[in-house]
């Protein structure tokens, strides 16, 4: 898995989980990101549509590729506007952005 970055060293963090189906109703927010290679083509309990496609899992896996790419690069800035700013050590706001597989 490799070296995980500790939190205050993040400008961006992830948090994927849960499961939905595409063709139902259906929703599981119990699943765990570590555990979606154990659902793919796992079917729905409610109308037997496959709930986690290889497609949909390579989506989530590059979105995290891409937040820890940009963390890599703005480590620099990020750090040294920690250490230089109280206001930025402060900052108490995030912004939160959901993406969602609808249109997977």
Known sequence: MGWIMPSIFKAVEYKIKGLKCDNCDYRDYSVEYRDYPHYLHYPCPKCGHILLTES???????????VRIYNVIVFPYHIFKYLTSKEYREV?????????????
Request: proline letters at 0%.
């Open 56 to 66: 949909q899992y390579a989506k989530c896996q590059t979105a995290i590729r891409v």
């Open 92 to 104: 108490k706001v995030v912004t939160k952005v959901e993406l969602q597989n609808d249109s997977i």
